[in-house]
């Protein structure tokens, strides 16, 4: 994460810091220093309060005067803790909403506007629970990228430092075996009736979700099904720009699984029919990424053959069936169903398509 805030206060923070927390004396002192010794590197300085080094060998950004006019240098954990919060919320939101908007736009069949569960103003309220969401996640999600940035992680910067051959190659199967065992393990026990009504159901609101329903979590939901991305780089090496990437994927995987094209027709990866069969029937498909916890620990249900064909996808019959079961679980895991669904969303699909 060090990469990235130090992209972010290059390009806006420290100015922005430089204009709400100005230190005046430093600034004098840069302008004189510049003025003396015009050929003097940033690096040489030793009048500077502060040196910076590049968080990593292939991204080399020069601080600007800004950086030195601040009375929160970079370094400064309260200027690191404010500034990763605002990353990870604002900029989260802003990546959580291109990913969703994009695929909505591009993938999502929008004739899930038909479903009968489809609910009323469903996307508003996806968007809405995320917006609710996202700021609480957040504050949670902060003193892990702080730890990192102040270097108690095992992130590495060069390929050349990894810990024995290949492992520049075998992180991202590592990454996605642990955090895959251990998202299975965080969903299923949310599915336990003491905390299921309470923590987990908000997101089971969408029963035909949209893309947008991707971060639409109760806050605390969200955060302890992220809590293994975040331990991994505790416990494992991670390449920096690895990190970065996966956690891009991520992102994009979460949204992936909601989108409602069932394109992977597979035993082992557990893509957006696998995680349907989840929101439609409730206590199957746990897993993240595959299907192998699922299979393992007796929740797997092999997705409909008929999602898989675009004549019986939305069929009447395939929704029937779907109805059926889904209200008789329903009644099971949470009593009476409180959701609202609207006649409406016939309308809304003739204007959409």
Not at 198 to 207: A, F, G, N, S, V
């Amino acid at each position: 994460m060090d990469v990235v805030l130090e992209v972010f206060d290059t390009f806006l923070f420290d100015r922005l810091y430089a204009k709400l927390l100005p230190a005046s004396s430093l600034a004098s002192s840069y302008h004189s220093l510049k003025h003396e010794a015009a050929s003097t590197t940033f690096s040489s300085m030793r009048e500077m309060p502060t040196v910076y080094h590049a968080a990593s060998q292939f991204l080399q950004l020069a601080p600007s005067q800004w950086a030195y006019m601040s009375a929160w240098p970079r370094d400064n954990i309260y200027r690191q803790t404010l500034t990763l919060y605002l990353i990870t919320w604002i900029f989260g939101f802003v990546i959580y909403f291109v990913c969703a908007s994009l695929s909505y736009l591009f993938i999502f069949d929008h004739a899930t506007f038909s479903h009968p569960k489809y609910l009323k103003n469903q996307v508003r309220l996806e968007i809405r629970q995320t917006l609710i969401s996202l700021p609480v996640m957040a504050i949670f999600t902060v003193p892990f990228f702080v730890a990192e940035v102040r270097g108690y992680g095992k992130l590495y910067d060069s390929p050349s430092e990894e810990p024995f051959f290949l492992y520049n190659y075998l992180q991202f199967p590592l990454f996605i075996a642990f955090t895959d065992f251990c998202v299975y393990w965080i969903h299923r026990g949310l599915h336990h009736p003491s905390l299921y009504k309470t923590l987990h159901k908000p997101h089971h609101k969408w029963i035909m979700p949209t893309p947008f329903a991707s971060h639409a979590f109760h806050p605390l939901d969200g955060y302890v099904q992220s809590v293994p991305y975040h331990i991994f780089p505790f416990f494992f090496p991670l390449q920096k720009f690895a990190y970065i990437a996966l956690f891009t994927f991520i992102n994009v995987w979460t949204v992936f699984i909601h989108d409602g094209e069932y394109v992977a027709n597979s035993p082992i990866i557990n893509g957006a029919a696998c995680h349907t069969m989840h929101h439609l029937y409730f206590n199957y498909n746990y897993g993240q990424f595959t299907t192998v916890w699922d299979r393992l620990g007796g929740s797997y249900r092999k997705p409909n053959e008929e999602l898989f064909r675009r004549e019986t996808k939305m069929g009447k019959q395939e929704w029937e069936r779907q109805v059926k079961e889904m209200e008789t679980v329903v009644q099971q895991v949470e009593g009476d169903d409180d959701r609202s669904y609207g006649d409406e969303v016939r309308r809304i699909q003739k204007k959409v398509m």
